[in-house]
């Protein structure tokens, strides 16, 4: 069983830059898409982003790119988000997904088998 655990979430004013860490055990996920979701305090879940398993491709929802970096280790078995110039509508519970299926990069989020507790990520204005 796969289990995914978040980290590095936090409190942090709005132009701010936040790393959110998430570790994976149970087995290699060296060739499935890792990513993370978010959701807001009476607002559907979302995509942020997502990454294939070789790191070659990624996808990113239009309200964070160019200020959001998803990136991976896969020998470390963990994904990475870096979020840069954090505004206060980036605050949410952010979640770590991982596919199960090998060798695809699905945007959906009933897609994705192994979900995190997620980490609150809190800007202030």
């Known amino acids: 069983q796969v289990q995914l655990v978040e980290s590095g979430g936090g409190l942090v004013q709005a132009g701010g830059s936040l790393r959110l860490s998430c570790a994976a055990s149970?087995?290699?996920?060296?060739?499935?898409?890792m990513g993370w979701f978010r959701q807001a305090p009476g607002k559907e879940r979302e995509i942020v982003a997502v990454i294939s398993w070789s790191g070659g491709t990624t996808y990113y929802v239009n309200s964070v790119k160019g200020r959001f970096t998803i990136s991976r280790d896969n020998a470390k078995n963990t994904v990475y988000l870096q979020m840069n110039r954090l505004k206060p509508e980036d605050t949410a519970v952010y979640l770590c997904?991982?596919?199960?299926?090998?060798?695809?990069?699905?945007?959906?989020?009933?897609?994705?088998?192994?979900w995190g507790q997620g980490t609150q990520v809190t800007v202030s204005s």
């Open positions: 997904v991982a596919d199960d299926t090998p060798l695809r990069l699905v945007i959906t989020a009933s897609q994705y088998d192994y």
């Open positions: 149970g087995r290699t996920l060296s060739r499935n898409a």
